[in-house]
C-alpha cells in the first residue's frame, strides 16, 4: 500500500507499525474467550434441562460442534491476534493495526484527535495490562491499542495528551 505525502508529493510504501502489544496480551485473550466459553456452555446446561424433548441427540450435536469450535477458537485466536496487532505513535499521528480475521490499519492524525483514554478491565487489571482508546473526528470511529503493558499505556496516554495539547494544526 503506498501513500503520497501532501506537502511534497513524494511515495511512500505504508509499513507495518512498528510496537508490539506486550506477550501477556495472548493470555488475557485466552482468558476472555474462556470466560466467552463458560457462559455459552452455561446457556447449554440451561436448554439440557428446560427442553422436554425425549431425545438428546440435538443437546450432543450441538454441544460437540460447540465444543470443537470453542476449543479452536480459544487456541488460536488469541495467538493470531499477537502477531497482527501493532502500533506506532509519531509526532503527526497513531498508526494502529488490529484484527485476526478481519484485519484493519489505522492513521489518526493527532490534530483531529479529541480524546486520548486508558482502559483496563478485570483480566486485564490482572495481568498488568491496559488498553489506549483514541477518539477522533472520524466516522471510522476510536483508534484502540489493546494489550499493552500498564507502564507502556500511561506514557502513551501522557505523551499523545501532550503532543495533541500542542498541535496547532486543524484538520477538521
Known amino acids: 500500500m503506498e501513500a503520497t505525502d501532501p506537502d511534497d508529493g513524494t511515495r511512500t510504501v505504508l509499513r507495518e507499525p512498528a510496537e508490539r502489544v506486550s506477550r501477556r496480551a495472548i493470555l488475557m485473550w485466552t482468558v476472555e474467550a474462556l470466560v466467552v466459553d ?41 495467538r493470531w491476534r499477537y502477531r497482527v496487532h501493532r502500533w506506532e505513535s509519531t509526532a503527526r499521528a497513531v498508526y494502529t493495526q488490529t484484527g485476526w480475521l478481519w484485519q484493519e490499519r489505522r492513521i ?18 490482572l495481568l498488568r495490562l491496559a488498553s489506549v482508546t483514541v477518539t477522533t473526528a472520524s466516522a471510522a470511529g476510536p483508534v484502540r491499542i489493546h494489550g499493552l503493558d500498564l507502564p507502556v499505556a500511561t506514557a502513551l496516554v501522557q505523551a499523545l495528551t501532550s503532543a495533541t495539547a500542542a498541535e496547532t494544526d486543524d484538520a477538521t
Open 38 to 78: 463458560v457462559v455459552l456452555l452455561a446457556g447449554q446446561v440451561v436448554w439440557w434441562f428446560v427442553d422436554s424433548s425425549p431425545t438428546r441427540t440435538a443437546h450432543w450435536v450441538v454441544c460437540g460442534v460447540w465444543l470443537v469450535c470453542a476449543a479452536g477458537y480459544t487456541a488460536v485466536m488469541p
Open 108 to 125: 489518526a492524525p493527532l490534530s483531529r484527535v479529541q480524546t486520548v483514554d486508558l482502559e483496563r478491565g478485570p483480566v486485564a487489571q
